[in-house]
């Protein structure tokens, strides 16, 4: 079984441009979720994903930060402006069930932006 | 307050050594799960194992074995005879109901392992 594939795996950028980040979960997993990690740090948790509906965003920088899982299967993470601040390693990751459900969360490789 | 403390920041060992990693937790759920996640240099957080509260029964895997106590709010996990390819960051982590029916993870911050040749 393929495991969650996430694309690119590294990525440079100037501040104030714009980037995004893909992810194609587990095949049949409902959830899907984007962290970011920085140096250092445990996972936060940007967005969660429930087929195509969004569960929580609390976290999510909404001035600046988007996403979507339009077909409930694969997902976009744009961020637009980029900020220093945001250099970080991005994860996704997918479990089978539903939310309420504590289903094990299977990550993908990670992207690790670099802000100049 | 719901967290993961995961007080040893580093820890070096050489290789062959036991090593135990610690994880204390706070949580006012009943019902809750715990999880260890290994993420070496490559980046990727692998899962290793998961717990749920009402299951203190210790278990093994190989090198590696984790003691759940919940009189002290603990999961450790030890590896023996440790090897180099076991240098990583490990997680622990915590999955807590909140409103909504909705479950969430809290993450420790992490306990950096080097294993020496």
């Known amino acids: 079984e393929a495991g969650v594939a996430q694309s690119p795996r590294y990525k440079i950028i100037e501040k104030r441009q714009s980037v995004a980040f893909w992810c194609n979960p587990i095949?049949?997993?409902?959830?899907l979720y984007w962290y970011q990690q920085i140096l250092g740090q445990g996972p936060k948790l940007l967005i969660q994903?429930?087929?195509?509906?969004?569960?929580?965003d609390s976290q999510l920088p909404k001035d600046r930060f988007s996403a979507e899982r339009l077909k409930g299967v694969d997902s976009t993470l744009k961020i637009q402006p980029a900020k220093l601040e945001d250099s970080a390693v991005y994860l996704c990751?997918?479990?089978?069930?539903?939310?309420?459900?504590?289903?094990?969360?299977?990550f993908g490789p990670g992207t690790r932006l670099t802000v100049l | 307050a719901q967290k993961v403390t995961q007080a040893q920041t580093e820890i070096s060992v050489v290789e062959k050594e036991d090593v135990t990693l610690d994880c204390v937790y706070e949580?006012?759920?009943?019902?809750?799960?715990l999880f260890w996640y290994k993420q070496p240099p490559s980046g990727e957080l692998v899962f290793l194992i998961r717990?749920?509260?009402?299951d203190e029964q210790n278990e093994i895997s190989g090198r590696y074995s984790w003691n759940f106590q919940k009189s002290t709010s603990s999961f450790n996990f030890t590896i023996t005879a440790s090897q180099v390819v076991d240098s990583a960051v490990y997680f622990c982590?915590?999955?807590?109901?909140?409103?909504?029916?909705?479950?969430?993870?809290?993450w420790g911050l992490g306990t950096s392992l080097a294993v020496n040749p």
């Open positions: 990751a997918s479990s089978p069930g539903l939310v309420s459900r504590t289903d094990t969360q299977y």
């Open positions: 095949s049949g997993h409902a959830t």
């Open positions: 994903f429930q087929n195509n509906g969004v569960v929580d």
């Open positions: 949580t006012r759920d009943t019902t809750y799960y």
């Open positions: 717990r749920n509260s009402f």
């Open positions: 982590a915590l999955s807590v109901l909140r409103a909504g029916n909705n479950r969430k993870l809290i």
